[in-house]
């Protein structure tokens, strides 16, 4: 099996994994399924940004 | 009797078994006419569509799950060619699942032909619009004349002069980064079968200093991407344009170049 994007995906930001997979692929609407509707990757995109900069002032301050 | 839904990850022709590591995690994959349908079965309190909009605001949750999602569509690729669903694409019933291979298997026989034998790596180029400026007299021709007029005017008209420059300056960036982003996209697309452009993402969004300029996606054929590969290092050490860089990751599952698409029909 060769190494592929996933294999080193811890190295990967959650935003380009995101960037890919919310609104790419095979798409599907109607009756049959339930799907996540559109959501907006620059919006997601801050607000993991927000909520990353807090996991690393909680981190700091736990550690100091 | 807990009433369950069917996840999706992706449609394979094919694969060599279920490996085990999947089987541990609750996978199971389907045929389907010719196709195997890599699904899991998952509980309604967590992926009804009610429920599942709840969970999709939880950012943990939404990280867990994205990321269990590409690594299990990961794992297959590498044993055969996968056409990956959207992120979340939940059947209510194994018919409806059934209906919809039935009714697609043309359009997934094409998309298969199209992807099999290619992978999707992704390119993204930054400028950084600092060092940019500081190369302008070099790079840009006006920039370079106005400089001269500058140097040989009067403090006051060299003053006025300045500031037309910094208006100048922004002009001729944008226009330099363009073209590069133009010739660099150009170059990696001689080398691939089919491409695809993304939206550009601001910098809240990638946390970086210098400004996204190109987000792109190549499927390169598997014999191109070692060539597809020098390609990228050779434009990110440009010595010109230090300014800018190249950033590549891949292999992607396909998922910019599957062109079933219920929204767009």
Not at chain 2, 142 to 157: F, V, Y
Not at chain 2, 183 to 206: D, I, R
């Amino acid at each position: 099996m060769n190494e592929n994007v996933i294999d080193r995906s811890r190295d990967i930001t959650i935003l380009e994994v995101l960037d890919r997979v919310l609104n790419k692929g095979v798409i599907l609407t109607g009756d049959i399924v339930i799907s996540v509707a559109d959501v907006d990757l620059v919006y997601l995109g801050v607000k993991l940004m927000l909520s990353s900069v807090e996991t690393m002032e909680q981190l700091k301050s736990g550690k100091h | 009797m807990i009433n369950e839904l069917i996840y999706v990850y992706c449609i394979a022709i094919n694969p060599p078994g279920l490996i085990d590591e999947l089987k541990s995690r609750g996978l199971k994959s389907i045929s389907i006419d010719e196709f195997n349908v890599l699904i899991k079965n998952v509980p309604e309190n967590e992926f009804s569509e009610e429920n599942l909009r709840l969970h999709i605001a939880d950012l943990h949750w939404l990280e867990a799950n994205v990321r269990e999602h590409i690594n299990v569509i990961g794992i297959i690729m590498g044993y055969t060619p996968v056409i990956p669903f959207k992120f979340g694409t939940i059947f209510n019933s194994l018919e409806g699942l059934e209906k919809f291979v039935a009714d697609y298997s043309g359009s997934l026989l094409e998309n298969f032909e199209l992807i099999s034998g290619k992978e999707e790596w992704a390119v993204k180029i930054y400028c950084d619009r600092k060092a940019l400026s500081k190369h302008i007299d070099e790079l840009s021709e006006p920039a370079a004349t106005l400089e001269k007029q500058i140097m040989a005017s009067s403090p006051g008209k060299a003053f006025l002069l300045q500031r037309k420059k910094a208006d100048l300056i922004e002009n001729e960036m944008d226009r330099i980064c363009k073209e590069c982003g133009q010739s660099y996209f150009n170059e990696l697309t001689v080398l691939s079968g089919a491409t695809h452009l993304n939206n550009l993402l601001p910098k809240e969004v990638t946390g970086r200093d210098d400004t996204m300029l190109l987000n792109a996606a190549f499927l390169v054929g598997k014999d191109k991407v070692t060539d597809f590969k020098d390609m990228t290092t050779k434009l990110g050490s440009r010595e010109v344009n230090s300014a800018f860089s190249v950033e590549l990751t891949g292999p992607w599952p396909p998922f910019s170049f599957i062109s079933i698409n219920e929204k767009t029909q």
